[in-house]
């Protein structure tokens, strides 16, 4: 058992190689040595074992069933439809579970064991994709609306977040030598971090771009926002910059909490990289290092204060912030269907349950082939519209971007016979579902989340038809722990996992992801959800306005207390301070 800190192993790393080819090559045991189950994280993958099969095998005195999830760097969720064969031909032959879509617009592949490691992660290589600082504490996947309402402007902020992905990857080649066989130079292990120095970020960070009305990433939840203002022309003028994000949280911990982000001012496009360096650099100097809970950036600015860490962001990046230009966001869901882009393509929205992309699940007492359905059109556009696009969203479904009007009808017969079209049967409430993994692979997970899903939904959905309003379009997140990886603490209801088959039920956010919901009742099973839930519909049928949302009414009909945080969307944005 390793007695060093996470800090100690990241100074100790050697530019984040540690002991990891010894590990690899151990052949007593799946698993790795325990400092390398913390280095490894930053090549994109976690060490985890089936947690349903633990106790199982502990009373055969067999060691857990080790296997590892591996993550990819894809900036905004876009890739090719020839890489996603290749993501799927690696799914299908070194993972469990199928392709998964991740709240980070990432892939994940799970149950990969370690003999398989190499392997997988040189065939993602393969596919011009890769796994780096996917994980660990760096900046992650940077998440970019998805829209479908795709312009020149759409693409100017994708091809920003991308550079500014580039330009936030660590400089070590470790990733290289281990994985891609890359030889190793003199100097090796003492790499020059201009960014992340020896020991990296105090913890994650993660970063969104968000194309006003969509707020389908969530931008309030990162620890660094960047809101596009668009001129009247549709041109980009630049981006509102918040800062101080964040969903993780701990159950009966005051000192730990989720956070929205502030707005801090405006700057040019061309800002982006010296605003984002300048911030990840101030956490990576200022963060907390010595009480690992307290570590992220929401923190650092609580304790520090905000007018302090504005000073300290325009000091190093060279600038002063204008005021915030006016934006307004009128939600944070994706669109589904057909929509027309201003180049006369055609865009896609599908919805995909949980993000889990596999053949033989059932959706809404169907079954399903998304993998195979998803492979044919694939297939279809890599010969027919080679540069179409797939898009993963930050809510877990998935757009078909760049498509030829001549190909609708081939590709609409193909979504009817895979089950990808169940978004035109499924209610508001099944449509805008999240769940994140939990068990049973992931071992902070302390319930159900993905498989109790379909169930709990099921269930509400029968609640929500006795009062009704089967059509009210409830943002549900279902998360099996506080750390907050499905954005829990934005959704209108949320269960955040408690124990096996109890959660905590949070209510009234709003559906822009601009207003944080409350605690309502603690350590709950499913019954007890339900009758709490339902005198609220029933309320809510009788009472609602024209166009209230749910956890608008909550508040307004004074169910919940006024909220902490609330972030404006309109010309009277201010900043907080």
């Known amino acids: 058992m390793s007695t060093h800190s996470v800090e100690d192993i990241k100074a100790r790393s050697a530019r984040l190689r540690g002991a990891l080819l010894e590990s ?106 890769d796994t780096l600082a996917a994980c660990g504490d760096v900046n992650r996947n940077i998440a970019v609306s998805a829209s479908p309402s795709v312009s020149a402007m759409h693409a100017q902020v994708h091809a920003q977040a991308a550079a500014l992905s580039r330009h936030l990857l660590p400089h070590s080649r470790a990733y290289y030598e281990i994985w891609l066989d890359e030889e190793r130079i003199a100097g090796a292990g003492q790499e020059d971090e201009p960014v992340y120095g020896e020991r990296y970020l105090p913890r994650k960070f993660k970063i969104g771009f968000a194309i006003p009305p969509d707020n389908d990433v969530d931008v309030f939840a990162q620890d660094l926002g960047f809101i596009a203002i668009v001129g009247d022309g549709g041109e980009l003028l630049g981006y509102n910059v918040t800062v101080g994000g964040g ?33 990840v650099t101030a956490q990576r100097d200022f963060g907390n290092r010595e009480i690992r809970k307290r570590a992220r950036l929401k923190y650092t600015i609580d304790d520090r204060g905000l007018d302090w860490f504005r000073a300290e962001v325009e000091r190093r990046a060279g600038l002063a912030f204008e005021p915030p230009r006016p934006f307004d ?79 609708r009808g081939d590709i609409d017969a193909l979504a009817a016979r ?59 997140r279902i998360s099996g722990c506080p750390n907050g990886c499905s954005r829990p603490y934005l959704g209108e209801i949320a269960l955040i996992g408690k124990a096996p088959g109890r959660y905590n039920l949070m209510l009234g956010a709003d559906h822009r992801g601009q207003r944080l919901n409350t605690l309502y009742r603690e350590n709950i099973d499913e019954a007890a959800i339900l009758d709490t839930l339902d005198p609220l519909f029933a309320a809510y049928a009788a009472d609602a306005r024209a166009g209230e949302r749910f956890g608008d ?23 907080a301070g």
Request: include cysteine.
């Open 247 to 279: 969903m993780g949280a701990a159950h009966g911990d005051a000192d730990t909490y989720p956070r929205l982000g502030d707005v801090i001012g405006f700057i040019a496009p061309d800002a982006v990289i010296a605003v984002a360096t300048a911030v």
């Open 329 to 407: 966001f009128a939600h944070n869901g994706d669109r589904f269907g057909w929509h027309a882009g201003d180049d006369g393509r055609l865009h896609l929205g599908l919805r995909i349950p949980a993000g889990r992309i596999v053949d033989g699940a059932t959706d809404g007492g169907d079954t399903v082939r998304h993998l195979s359905g998803l492979r044919a059109i694939a297939a279809l556009l890599a010969e027919r519209a080679a540069d179409a696009e797939f898009r993963l969203t930050a809510n877990q479904n998935l757009g078909l971007h760049g498509v030829p009007p001549v190909l």
């Open 24 to 129: 690899l090559a151990d052949p007593v045991t799946g698993a790795l040595r325990e400092d390398d189950q913390t280095v490894i994280k930053y090549h994109g993958s976690y060490q985890q074992d089936d947690r349903d099969v633990r106790e199982a095998r502990r009373q055969a005195k067999l060691e857990p069933a080790y296997a590892f999830m591996i993550r990819t760097r894809t900036p905004g969720g876009t890739v090719t439809p020839a890489q996603w064969l290749q993501l799927d031909a690696i799914a299908t032959t070194y993972a469990e579970r199928g392709l998964r879509i991740t709240t980070r617009q990432a892939f994940q592949f799970h149950g990969v064991i370690k003999t398989a490691l190499k392997p997988t992660m040189q065939a993602i290589n393969a596919a011009l994709i």
């Open 553 to 575: 009414f909550l508040l307004r009909a004074g169910v919940l207390p006024a909220p902490a945080q609330v972030r404006p969307s309109q010309a009277d944005v201010e900043i």
């Open 418 to 476: 895979y089950g990808l079209d169940g978004w035109r049967a499924a209610s508001p409430l099944r449509r805008a579902a999240l769940a994140c993994v939990a068990l049973p692979t992931c071992g902070l997970a302390m319930a159900e989340a993905e498989r109790y899903l379909p169930d709990i939904v099921g269930a509400l959905e029968k609640r929500l038809a006795h009062h009704g309003i089967a059509d009210a379009p409830i943002h549900l």
